[in-house]
């Protein structure tokens, strides 16, 4: 089927950065969209930016200006970008899809497992 593995989180300290990355693999026909959610231990989990394929960006206003998503189409990779990490940035961040598989021509989300960020001094 379809797999998301994200990567490149770990600790920081305030005010450093990080490069998250998601690989999607699989039955991929084609993306319609990939983003990036976060879950803060207490928190609802909410959704930090997206990109289309075209290239098209969206950010939640908390990380609007220090966080840059991108991506290889080509790679079907999702990069996230952060920079002047704040501890309430920590959390667990989630990969997503939004996809046509090759076996439906229905759009379905998928997952990643997720990738720790810690941001502690």
């Known amino acids: 089927q379809v797999h998301l593995v994200e990567s490149g989180g770990g600790l920081v300290q305030p005010g450093g950065s990080l490069r998250l990355s998601c690989a999607a693999s699989?039955?991929?026909?084609?993306?319609?969209?990939m983003g990036w959610y976060r879950q803060a231990p207490g928190k609802e989990r909410e959704l930090v930016a997206t990109?289309?394929?075209?290239?098209?960006?969206t950010y939640t206003d908390s990380v609007e200006g220090r966080f840059t998503i991108s991506g290889d189409n080509a790679k079907n990779t999702v990069y996230l970008g952060m920079s002047s990490l704040k501890p309430e940035d920590a959390g667990i961040y989630f990969c997503?899809?939004?996809?046509?598989?090759?076996?439906?021509?229905?759009?379905?989300?998928?997952w990643g497992q997720g990738t720790q960020v810690t941001v502690s001094s």
């Open positions: 990109l289309t394929p075209l290239g098209y960006t």
């Open positions: 997503n899809a939004r996809l046509w598989s090759s076996a439906t021509t229905k759009l379905t989300a998928y």
């Open positions: 699989g039955s991929i026909f084609r993306i319609n969209a």
